[in-house]
């Protein structure tokens, strides 16, 4: 038997056929064109189809369909309560995309998605907790425990990106001041490289930028690799806010596992995860208590993650 | 059927016994005399047997006993990883008092079972998530999710006294700078009012105490009742880094319920949860998604709740 998972994006409905070993089979991939409820669902049915036909598969051989969206959704019910950059409120999408197809619709959140696709790969008898932290604009971050998604008591939960590390610090889109992605999110690190930039006309990273627009959260590790001062210090301070929410994450949940995704998770290991591990251990609380600490990993699933695990819910 | 609870504390063993309706028929308390691993097993068994005589119950009639212990455990073998201010390390007590008493002896972290009596209070089918947020000299958390304790892959986590919140802030005895109970905890509300006294040597509070050292938790509070301006800032600012932590808490898990357990927690409803509730409420990342919001609450069971929840293990 075959899942198919499929991941509503604001800009791009992707779907994939799924096996048991995990591996996707096939993808479809189709712009959102967002008119109705009803439109939304036809396409989503639409879009499996074509995927199923796409790997070759009987629609016999399609045990479920799981769905991912961007926002929180009522998970019981498969009902969407909201979604971000869509104008989507409470949606009954695993009934109205069930009228076409007659398997078990499910649904989650994106975040939560990627999050249960990276704890998939590897195998429920090894690990039984994950936190995903996803480092782009802002940052997402999705929970496993006991193997499942944990969203909170209405799927709200999972914002570890808008948790105060800074008191009183700058303002984030949320409305709070200092959320841990104002400081340690992609976004942030090109904010931080910007200002750098600015405070030292001498600094190597101009080099790499015509402008600061240019700025990429790529620019500060490369100067620093090619001995730039100014880049190591935004380097080691983005590192160091980095280290502090996750120490948090680990103090609180103390999962088996932490997945970093995102470009910034690609650095090269002595440049970005060597550093940040050591952060991290000489700060949790559990430091010299146990002999097996949290991993602090690389996401391995990349932008596959949210159908993979939009198929495993 | 009735469960016997065991509280380990650093200076007293205490124990009751629990009948099916979650009361306790009896209590019995002992001081903490440290010899031994087989010491303390045969005190615990002793004092088991005690509580059980003291309730009228024959020992046929007790299902299981419970042990809370300061400090990381395997639970699923019983075995007290390491304790906090007894010198505890690796000790099998589940195997240990098993050998006095013929019922199942299950272990769990004193703020662990804390947060479990509390839980068990609601009744299992009204919530199925509740955070613990104890304010002593430091702030201990217990959290349960799914209606069971959650504290990591081995037990160490659950210390979201120990989130950073304020970057780079006072350093704390975990040896981070900034934890949320070096400004959230009762500990630190007495730090606070003193340096506030300092300040404003026109102050109220001084009338309240003849020396700083006199400081509790309660003098702001009621220095600001008597409408003291530098004793409200105090708590102004006391609610603002409490409402920091508990909205970090809640943005990442969304617990049906947060309880505030410790002296602090008594204060007077308008004094501290209802402005704590308000400010929580503006910063949460759910306010305007959802109708219903994780309830703060003042924990219910006080001193019991230790001897309830290891019952309930």
Known sequence: MYTIGIDVGGTNLKAGVVNERLEIVAKKSIPLVWESQEKLAKDLA???????????????????????????????????????NIPITNMPIGKMVGAYWPVPVRLGNDADCAALGEFARFGSTDIES????????????????????????????????????????????????????????????????????????????????????????????????????????????????????????????????????????????????LPLRQCVRERSIDRDLVDRHTDILTAKLGNDAGIIGAAVL
């Open 46 to 84: 639409d879009l499996a189809a074509a995927a199923a036909e796409a790997a070759g598969v009987a629609r016999e051989e399609i045990g479920s369909i799981g769905i991912g969206v961007p926002g929180p959704v009522d998970a019981a019910q498969s009902i969407i309560r909201h979604t971000v």
């Open 130 to 273: 994950l936190i995903l932290v996803t480092l782009g604009t802002g940052i997402g971050t999705g929970i496993i425990m006991n193997g499942k998604i944990w969203s909170g008591h209405n799927s709200c939960g999972g914002e570890g990106g808008h948790m105060v590390i800074v008191h009183g610090g700058e303002l984030c889109t949320c409305g709070r001041h200092g959320c841990w992605e104002r400081y340690a999110s992609a976004g942030a690190l090109v904010r931080q490289t910007q200002r750098a930039m600015e405070a030292h006309p001498e600094s190597g990273m101009w080099k790499l930028c015509a402008s600061t627009k240019e700025v990429s959260g790529r620019t500060a590790f490369e100067a620093m690799r090619a001995g730039d001062a100014a880049a190591k210090e935004v380097v080691d301070a983005y590192i160091d806010y980095l280290a502090d929410g996750l120490t948090n994450l680990i103090n609180l949940l103390q999962p088996d596992v932490v997945c970093l995704g995102g470009g910034v998770s690609h650095e090269r290991e002595e440049d970005l995860l």
